[in-house]
């Protein structure tokens, strides 16, 4: 199977630590998200990248958050500077050309202590 | 501002009860509607896509239609294995805007 992957599944740091995830898209998709989802809300859209251009990034995220995706490949986000109000579900979804569906990966579940 | 409202919050339902979950959305230019499944703790599974008003889809038990202002899952004979939240999304340009989605139970 050939779908996005996503690692770690789980991550479990203290407050003021850097932490960083990968997604890694389904292999023909151009398009590549990151989003953040807390229980019980939708995907929140963080930012996305067509090949390895960075598009478009949330007005609503911390400068501590970067993301990278150097080959148009898989790609990485980091958190630094960790907060408690950090804790979520990190979401990474892939989508192919021309086209507006996106497949999910299975998540990282990030816990700040 | 666009903006995707889906009703209701939960639902509870006994086994093989028909029901409908309802997304109500505000968008200019609609690129398409998406329904996702998503179980606890892991990513949301793609289900459908609707592009123009009157269209419709469906996938075992699951029926997804389309008005100019809203669709509608619904979800016939549903059994345990249904339960899940079912999530909304609408297109603009190549970003989903999410609802928050309904909690769907069945109940043996």
């Known amino acids: 199977d050939t779908g996005v992957s996503q690692n770690p599944r789980h991550k479990i740091t203290k407050r003021g630590q850097n932490v960083t995830f990968r997604c890694d898209p389904i292999s023909e998709h151009n398009r590549l998200y990151w989003y953040r989802q807390t229980l019980g809300q939708g995907p929140e859209f963080l930012t996305y990248?067509?090949?390895?251009?960075?598009?478009?990034k949330s007005r609503l995220l911390s400068d501590r958050f970067s993301a990278e995706r150097p080959k148009g490949s898989f790609s990485t986000l980091e958190i630094q500077r960790t907060e408690q109000g950090d804790s979520a579900m990190y979401l990474c979804a892939s989508s192919p050309p021309a086209d507006y569906e996106q497949y999910f990966g299975p998540g990282t579940r990030l816990t700040v202590t | 501002e666009d903006q995707v409202t889906q009703s209701p919050e939960a639902l509870r339902l006994q086994e093989g009860e028909s029901s409908s979950l309802n997304c109500s959305y505000t968008v200019s230019g609609l690129r398409g509607l998406f329904w996702y499944r998503q179980d606890p703790g892991k990513g949301p599974e793609f289900l459908f896509t609707l592009y123009s008003a009157g269209e419709e889809k469906e996938k075992e038990r699951l029926k997804a239609t389309l008005t100019k202002k809203e669709s509608f899952l619904h979800i016939t004979a549903p059994k345990p294995e249904d339960s899940a939240t079912y999530l909304c999304a609408v297109a603009y340009n190549y970003q989903l805007i999410w609802g928050a989605g309904t909690k769907l139970i069945i109940k043996p």
């Open positions: 990248f067509q090949n390895e251009a960075q598009l478009e």
